[in-house]
C-alpha cells in the first residue's frame, strides 16, 4: 500500500510539472507574437503573509492565488481583489502608493484578461523584472517562484490557459535577506513590485527559444550564427536572413535541435559610437518568423588599451541607475531610458555602466541605437554570503539570465560579477567561480568587476592589489579622493597599477545639492563638487594604462542610508543631474574634458 501511495503522489507532481514550467528565458520577448498585461492590477498589501502562511509558518492550503470567491452566504473568504485598490503595472508601490513609500514584505497582484488561444500553439507568461522574490499563479494553480530583482523569467502556461477569461496573480516580496543577490546592505532604494512589463507571448508548439549572431572577435568577416529550438528535435530547417547584406542561409537542427553556421566573406559595417549601424536581421523555422536589429563589431584588449574594432578606445562614461529622469521612481519604459542616455550624450559619453544590477531590456536596446557602449553588471555587491552556496548559485542564475538576455546587443562589452567586495579567500573563490562561468556562457565580450579598495604603500601612492585582477580582461576598481578622503590630497596622489591590462576608474565623484552654493571648499554646495571633479580629471590623467571612467553618477537617486535632513533627505547626491533634472557645476568640468578625449581617440 506505502508503494501504490507513493506512485500516487509521484503521478499527481508529475502532472502538476506538466501543467506549468519555468522555461529558459525566450530571446527577443519583443520580436515575437506578444499580448502585453501592463496596465491596472489590484493588490492586497500582506505585511505578515496571511495569504501564504498559517501562524506555524506553513504554507496554507488555499492562498490568495487561487483568487478563491464565496460560494454561499456563509463561506467565510477574508480577502477579494475586485474591492481591493489597483495600480498601473510595471511600477514601484513605494512610488505608486505614499503608505508604502518605506515598505518592505509581500504584496499580491491580481490581474484579469481575455486571451484566445490557437490550437497547437504553446502560450508562455514573461516577466521583464520583478523585485524579489515572484510566486505566480495562473487561474489559480501556481506556476512557480522565481528569485532576484532585476532578471527576466517566463513560464510555459499552455495547459493552464483558458481560451476566454482567466486570471494571474503574483506575490511580491522584497524583503531584504543577508544570503539574497545583494544582501542585506545596499546603497539604493529597495523598490518592490512588478518592476517591468508582463507579456504573454504565442509560439508555435516548436520554436527559436535562443540565437546567437555575431561577428568573429578575429575575423571580421566572419559572422557567425547559432539557434536553439525549445526541444531537442533533429532535421528542422531554420534559416538566417540578413537582406542588407544578401545572407541567405538555411541549415538543419541537430539531435538537440540546435544549430550553428559560419559565414565567411561579409563585409558589414561595423557598429561603434559614431555610427551604430544595425542590420534588419530575420530567423525563422517553419511558419515562425524572429525579427531583429543587430549590429557587428569586436572588442577586444591588447596591453593596456581597450580596442573596439581593431582600434583603441577611450570610453567616456558615466554611471547610471534606473530610475526616471525629472522624477524618482523606478524606470520602465524605452522613454525612461531615452531621457537618461540622452543627458549621457550630453554630457559626451560614449559608453555608460549601468550599475548595480541588469537594466531594463528597453535601457540595452536604446542604448544601442544611440551609440552607447554598455557595461552589464550582477548586483553582488559588498559583503555578500560567500561562503553559501545557494548565494553563489542565485549570483550564477542572475549572471546567466543577464547574458542569456542580452547576448545579441552590439553595445555590452563589458559583464561585471560584481561592486566593492572586500578582498578574501571567501570572495575570491565566490567571484572566481563567476567569472570562469561568463566565459563559458560568452566568450566574445570582456570580463572585469568594480574592485573596493587600493593598498597604500605610502600617503599618496597607492597601489592597486587584488587577487581578481587574473580573472579579468580589465582593471577596474572605486576611489572617492576628494570626499571620502581629504580634497587637497588629490593632487599629491599617485598610482600603480601593476598589472598590464586596461584601466577603468569605475567610480569617483562627490556630492552636492543642486542649487546650494558657496566655497569651493565647502562640503554638498556645487562648487566643492566642481572642484572635485577640476582635480580629478587632473589626477587621472596621470595614470598610465587608463583606458575610461564612469564617475558616479549621472542622476542624484534614492537611498535609505543617505538620511541627512535638509541635504540628502534619502537620495545620494552624488548626481551631475539633480533628481529633477538639473545640470550642477561639475557636469561642466567632465563635459569639457570628454570632449578633449573624444578629440584625442578621433
Request: hydrophobic share 30%; charged share 30%; aromatic share 10%.
Given at each position: 500500500m506505502k508503494k501504490i501511495t507513493l506512485l500516487i503522489v509521484s503521478l499527481l507532481i508529475t502532472n502538476i510539472s506538466l501543467l506549468a514550467e519555468e522555461v529558459p528565458i525566450i530571446q527577443n520577448i519583443y520580436g515575437r507574437n506578444i499580448q502585453s498585461l501592463n496596465g491596472k492590477w489590484n493588490y492586497i498589501v500582506d505585511m505578515m503573509q496571511v495569504g501564504y502562511l498559517d501562524y506555524w509558518n506553513k504554507e496554507v492550503k488555499h492562498s490568495y492565488g487561487e483568487n478563491r470567491k464565496p460560494r454561499h452566504s456563509t463561506d467565510l473568504v477574508e480577502y477579494d481583489f475586485k474591492?481591493?485598490?489597483?495600480?498601473?503595472?510595471?511600477?514601484?508601490?513605494?512610488?505608486?502608493?505614499?503608505?508604502?513609500f518605506f515598505y518592505e514584505g509581500s504584496i499580491w497582484f491580481e490581474r484579469e484578461f481575455t486571451y484566445k488561444k490557437i490550437a497547437g500553439m504553446r502560450t508562455l507568461l514573461y516577466f521583464g523584472a520583478v523585485n524579489y522574490q515572484a510566486d505566480v499563479y495562473v487561474n489559480g494553480t501556481k506556476v512557480g517562484k522565481h528569485i532576484g530583482g532585476f532578471t527576466s523569467f517566463n513560464y510555459d502556461v499552455t495547459d493552464l490557459i483558458k481560451d476566454g477569461d482567466n486570471f494571474v496573480v503574483v506575490k511580491v516580496d522584497n524583503t531584504r535577506k543577508l544570503d539574497n543577490v545583494p544582501t542585506y546592505f545596499f546603497d539604493w532604494w529597495n523598490y518592490g513590485g512588478i518592476t517591468r512589463d508582463v507579456l504573454l507571448v504565442t509560439v508555435n508548439d516548436t520554436y527559436i527559444s535562443d540565437y546567437n549572431i555575431h561577428l568573429n572577435n578575429h575575423n571580421r568577416k566572419n559572422i557567425l550564427f547559432s539557434a536553439q529550438l525549445n526541444k531537442p528535435k533533429a532535421g528542422v530547417e531554420v534559416s538566417l536572413e540578413i537582406p542588407e547584406l544578401k545572407i541567405h542561409k538555411t541549415v538543419k537542427t541537430d539531435a538537440q535541435g540546435r544549430v550553428n553556421l559560419s559565414i565567411n566573406n561579409a563585409k558589414p559595417i561595423l557598429w561603434c559610437p559614431e555610427n551604430p549601424k544595425l542590420y534588419h536581421t530575420i530567423i525563422k523555422q517553419n511558419n515562425e518568423s524572429v525579427s531583429d536589429q543587430i549590429g557587428f563589431r569586436t572588442i577586444e584588449t591588447k596591453g593596456r588599451k581597450i580596442l573596439l574594432n581593431g582600434k583603441p578606445i577611450f570610453l567616456r562614461g558615466i554611471s547610471i541607475h534606473e530610475e526616471k529622469a525629472y522624477d524618482t521612481r523606478r524606470a520602465t519604459c524605452a522613454a525612461d531610458a531615452d531621457t537618461l542616455l540622452s543627458w549621457a550624450k550630453d554630457l559626451g559619453c560614449n559608453y555608460v555602466r549601468f550599475a548595480h544590477y541588469p537594466h531594463n531590456e528597453h535601457a540595452v536596446r536604446e542604448a544601442e541605437k544611440m551609440g552607447l557602449l554598455v557595461w552589464s553588471e550582477i548586483p553582488v555587491y559588498w559583503t555578500i554570503a560567500w561562503d553559501n552556496e545557494d548565494t553563489y548559485q542565485n549570483a550564477q542564475n542572475q549572471l546567466r539570465d543577464e547574458i542569456h538576455r542580452d547576448h545579441n546587443r552590439a553595445n555590452i562589452i563589458i559583464w561585471s560579477m560584481a561592486n566593492e567586495t572586500p578582498r578574501g579567500t571567501s570572495r575570491d573563490r565566490f567571484l572566481s567561480r563567476l567569472a570562469k562561468y561568463a566565459r563559458t556562457q560568452d566568450s566574445t565580450r570582456l570580463i572585469s568587476m568594480a574592485m573596493e579598495v587600493t593598498e597604500a604603500n605610502s600617503n599618496y601612492v597607492n597601489k592597486l592589489s587584488d587577487n581578481m585582477h587574473e580573472y579579468v580582461d580589465v582593471v577596474s576598481f572605486n576611489e572617492y579622493i576628494g570626499w571620502y578622503r581629504d580634497i587637497n590630497d588629490i593632487d599629491k596622489m599617485s598610482w600603480i597599477i601593476p598589472y598590464d591590462k586596461p584601466v577603468i576608474i569605475s567610480e569617483w565623484g562627490g556630492g552636492a545639492l543642486a542649487g546650494r552654493h558657496g566655497d569651493k571648499n565647502t562640503l554638498w554646495t556645487e562648487e566643492y563638487q566642481e572642484e572635485l571633479y577640476r582635480k580629478q580629471v587632473r589626477m587621472?590623467?596621470?595614470?598610465?594604462?587608463?583606458?575610461?571612467?564612469?564617475?558616479?553618477?549621472?542622476?542624484?537617486?534614492?537611498?535609505?542610508?543617505?538620511?541627512?535632513?535638509?541635504?540628502?533627505?534619502?537620495?545620494?547626491?552624488?548626481g551631475l543631474y539633480s533628481d529633477q533634472g538639473a545640470k550642477k557645476k561639475a557636469f561642466w568640468i567632465l563635459k569639457n574634458w570628454y570632449t578633449k578625449m573624444a578629440k584625442e581617440y578621433k
Open positions: 474591492k481591493s485598490p489597483s495600480m498601473d503595472i510595471p511600477t514601484d508601490w513605494n512610488s505608486a502608493d505614499e503608505k508604502l587621472l590623467e596621470k595614470i598610465k594604462g587608463l583606458a575610461g571612467t564612469t564617475p558616479w553618477i549621472l542622476k542624484d537617486f534614492r537611498s535609505p542610508r543617505r538620511t541627512l535632513h535638509g541635504t540628502q533627505d534619502w537620495f545620494n547626491r552624488k
